[in-house]
Structures are given as structure tokens and as C-alpha cells.
């Protein structure tokens, strides 16, 4: 059986696969442009999860390394969901040298609450004082 391996190589990651995801399979980033998604990429600190040379899971996060963090664009591909990949995909994400004594690390789900509550996420204690600027959307109409 193939080992799970996580990287924060981004040389080794296939880009073309995480951008196929993100834009054609994703709820959140449906229709973002290759381009998009590697100028995101140059920005964070990417996980990638791989099957022996093969790109399987991939996770994006975004930070100052000091005091906040926000998980985003995490994905298995369906044919390998179920299988512990995501969780051992956060797990290499909050052990991450970087990630540490940070005092926020947000995200935003749709359906994953039970892998996230596993890591320590709760609905916000204050969420009166949680705002947002959102464009649902925006990239399809590109």
C-alpha cells in the first residue's frame, strides 16, 4: 500500500490538478482562473497530499505567522475521501512550525464541521463582531 506523504513543497505540487478541482468541482471557487489560483498559491503556505507521485489532497493557508491564520481551498478528490487523508492532512497543517501560538485560525465550511471540531474549531464565541465582504460567484462571471 502507498504511504500518504504531505508536503509544503510547492514544486512538487500539480497545479493543474488543484486548479481543475477548485474551479470545476469546488462549491467555493467555481470558474477561478489558472492564474488565480497560482498567484494564491505564491501568497500561502500550501499543503499538498500525495499517493506516491500521484496529488490527492491539497490545503491553502494564509498568514502573518504571528498572530492569525485562515484555512482555506482544502480538498481530498472524491476517490480518496474516507480514508483518514484530510484528517491527516490537518494534522500536518496545525503541527506546521509556522502555525504555531497563533492567536486566531479561522475558516469557513459548508459541510465539514465534524473534521474541523476535531481540531479545536467552534462557531465563532463573538460572532456579532464577525464581518465579511463576500462575492459569491465571482469568478464564474469572469
Not at 28 to 34: C, T, V
Not at 38 to 58: K, P, T, V, Y
Not at 117 to 124: E, L
Request: negative net charge.
Amino acid at each position: 500500500m502507498t504511504e500518504f506523504r504531505i508536503t509544503t513543497e510547492v514544486s512538487e505540487f500539480d497545479t493543474g490538478l488543484v486548479h481543475r478541482f477548485l474551479s470545476l468541482q469546488s462549491s467555493w471557487a467555481k470558474g477561478i482562473s489558472l492564474d488565480l489560483v497560482e498567484r494564491s498559491m505564491a501568497n500561502s503556505l500550501c499543503f499538498g497530499g500525495f499517493l506516491g507521485s500521484d496529488q490527492i489532497a491539497f490545503a491553502r493557508v494564509i498568514s502573518d505567522y504571528t498572530t492569525f491564520a485562515n484555512l482555506v481551498d482544502v480538498f481530498v478528490l472524491p476517490e480518496h475521501r474516507g480514508k483518514g487523508y484530510g484528517k491527516a492532512l490537518m494534522a500536518a497543517v496545525f503541527a506546521h512550525p509556522e502555525l504555531q501560538g497563533l492567536r486566531r485560525f479561522t475558516l469557513a465550511t459548508g459541510d465539514a464541521h465534524g473534521l474541523y471540531a476535531q481540531f479545536g474549531f467552534t462557531s465563532p464565541l463573538y460572532p456579532q463582531s464577525l464581518m465579511e465582504r463576500y462575492f459569491p460567484g465571482m469568478y464564474a462571471a469572469n
